[in-house]
């Protein structure tokens, strides 16, 4: 066996971009979302073609929130859609110029999870990236610690069918594993819109509030 | 519409194979009578995460003696082996030569409850035992069913002509309805969970990994599991 040292460089290949910020000062933001979601938790704004099948539990709304006038959405729509633009900036060979000459649309709705409410797992075909921002994290739950995580699945649907004792044990950003995101009110996470990705059953006694957007880019027609 | 001879047929497909034993409620009966009271910590796997809506015992339940548990290993192993040899390229002779290995754990579901999505490495084929569920729930429809994630990247670009395509080729999810006495075999790899138990009564299944190898490469040859 060779003993002469080896001078691997490690990279990673085939990664998934995933962006996250946080609101800075989000207390007064993130009051008047919520007052305004659960006053409008009602049939007028329901969501009404739900892809998967709705949930008592979970309120879907519609998907046109940032055509919603009340400044705290300006001021929501501002911050995540500035998220997602600052992700592909970096994650993409884009100059700010080049993005600046493209349209960027979205589709952005809210949810509203009570106790035993999830959302199962899915991806967001025709958009290429998604962002979900916190309102309201909702009570942890210590006997369940999984309680309304948002749930990434590894992409390698697989690849961790053979496990010797090295694979199980593959450091961040190799390892085969789901990425779990336990969200806290402010924080956004923005990633591509192909990542399946589920709300695990949340068991908190109040409400779990998050804003979903999927956006797309497309050149400007004249 | 065109004139020209034409054939449609699914490539790329995952197996997916039921059964239902012939009479299983006095099995079943004495399954549930006997596993229920072992849903305790020190049957639960202590490598899986504590969760007090969802019990899973440690994969040693085939190595237990004694019946009714000798009998569900026979009927689940001799079910799922004659899916399995209809999915394979061999003859009976050829597949009855094999070795074979089993691990199972029996995992309850309360209400309110989930199984987290999972595949199971080290193994080829996964076979999952029905001993019982709560009432089918016409409003909840996927109330306590086996969902085997559908996860093909293709259909990030849906249009008129491919987002409503019929089984088996549309994307999406594929539920299993557990029935008392009914098992379903996929292969190991496939990610699958329990969709939330809306009912008011627990599901008890029996889940094993299973794994074969041919004659001469002995089956104690494989990785640990």
């Known amino acids: 066996m060779v003993t002469q040292p080896t001078m691997i460089r490690l990279s990673s290949g085939f990664a998934v971009p995933f962006g996250e910020t946080w609101l800075t000062d989000h207390q007064r933001l993130n009051r008047e979302l919520e007052a305004l979601f659960l006053s409008r938790e009602t049939s007028e704004y329901r969501n009404p073609t739900p892809s998967h099948a709705p949930q008592e539990e979970t309120f879907e709304s519609r998907f046109n929130l940032f055509k919603w006038p009340e400044a705290c959405v300006r001021e929501l729509r501002l911050f995540m859609l500035g998220g997602v633009a600052d992700t592909v900036m970096q994650a993409v060979n884009i100059s700010a110029e080049e993005l600046g000459k493209l349209t960027m649309h979205n589709h952005t709705w809210f949810h509203i999870t009570r106790y035993a409410g999830s959302f199962v797992a899915h991806n967001h075909p025709l958009a290429s990236w998604s962002a979900v921002y916190c309102v309201r994290a909702g009570e942890r739950v210590p006997e369940h610690p999984g309680s309304g995580t948002l749930r990434f699945f590894d992409s390698r649907t697989g690849a961790d069918s053979f496990a010797d004792p090295t694979i199980p044990r593959l450091k961040a950003p190799y390892a085969l594993r789901p990425r779990d995101l336990r969200l806290e009110a402010g924080q956004l996470v923005v990633f591509p819109s192909y990542v399946f990705h589920e709300v695990a059953p949340f068991y908190g006694r109040d409400t779990r509030i998050t804003v979903a957007t999927n956006c797309w880019f497309a050149e400007k027609h004249n | ?225």
């Open chain 2, 1 to 225: 519409m065109s004139t020209a001879a034409s054939t449609l047929q699914p490539i790329f497909a995952v197996p997916f194979g039921s059964a239902r034993l012939a009479q299983p409620d006095r099995l079943n009966l004495a399954l549930s009578a006997g596993l229920s009271p072992l849903a305790t910590d020190a049957q639960r796997d202590p490598a899986l995460p504590a969760d007090p809506l969802c019990f899973r015992s440690r994969e040693e339940l085939f190595e237990w003696q004694g019946e009714p548990l000798s009998y569900l290993k026979r009927e689940m192993l001799a079910a799922m082996c004659s899916i399995v040899m209809r999915a394979n390229s061999v003859t009976e002779e050829q597949f009855n030569a094999l070795g074979l290995q089993a691990r199972a754990r029996f995992v309850i579901v309360r209400p309110n409850g989930a199984l987290p999505a999972t595949s199971l490495p080290l193994a080829s084929w996964c076979v999952i035992y029905c001993v019982a569920a709560p009432d089918l729930s016409p409003e909840r429809v996927d109330s306590a069913a086996v969902r085997l994630y559908g996860h093909r990247l293709g259909g990030m670009f849906l249009d008129a002509a491919n987002w409503a395509m019929r089984e088996p080729f549309h994307y999406g999810h594929h539920l299993w309805r557990p029935v008392p006495g009914e098992m379903a075999v996929f292969p190991a790899w496939l990610p699958h969970e329990v969709a939330l138990n809306r009912g008011d009564r627990d599901l008890l299944l029996v889940i094993a990994r299973v794994r074969f190898a041919n004659p001469g490469a002995e089956v104690e040859m494989m990785p640990p599991w």
